[in-house]
């Protein structure tokens, strides 16, 4: 992770550089990645994780929070995720939703960090998954890690209204 005050980068179908990440933004994608690095069964991911809490002051409840939001996450997708390698460069799309989603919560937008998660999972799992979500934005924010909101909340009001004006 770089040290992640970098201004606005650009994007390329969703993705955007981890490096130009904040480091709120680049702390979270680093703890969902390793989460799924262990998830798929590395033995040295949880202890990464505790070591990462600690040193963000996030703490426990902050690792407990994440714990329950990405098994929500991994039980409810709708199709395969896109949550890719610590040392990817990029952010796939997936991970861009559940950032989206983070920052709306700590912005205490529930509706917004619903209509963020729905592009990858089931509406109930998306519905379940919110109040973990506000849990582990909650634990970043008391740790000084604010996630950039308004960008997450535009982004996730015109997709939910894209969606919304679907034709069938």
Sequence with gaps: MADGTAAAAGTHGGER????????????????????AG?????????????GFARAEAGPDGMAALADF???????????????????????????????ALASAQARRPDLAFFALRGCLVPAAARLAVPHAERYAAALGEA???????????????????RSSALH
């Design 17 to 36: 550089a981890v490096e130009a990440l904040r480091f709120a933004e680049q702390f979270a994608v680093w703890t969902l990645r390793v989460w799924a």
């Design 39 to 51: 998830h798929r069964g590395s033995e040295e991911a949880w202890s990464l994780l505790r070591d």
């Design 70 to 100: 990405m098994a929500l996450v991994v039980l409810g997708r709708q199709r395969p995720l896109d949550v890719r390698c610590v040392h990817c460069p990029m952010t796939s799309p997936d991970e861009e939703a559940m950032l989206a």
């Design 144 to 162: 000084g890690m604010a996630l950039p909101g308004e960008a997450a909340s535009r982004r996730a009001r015109a997709e939910a209204a894209m």
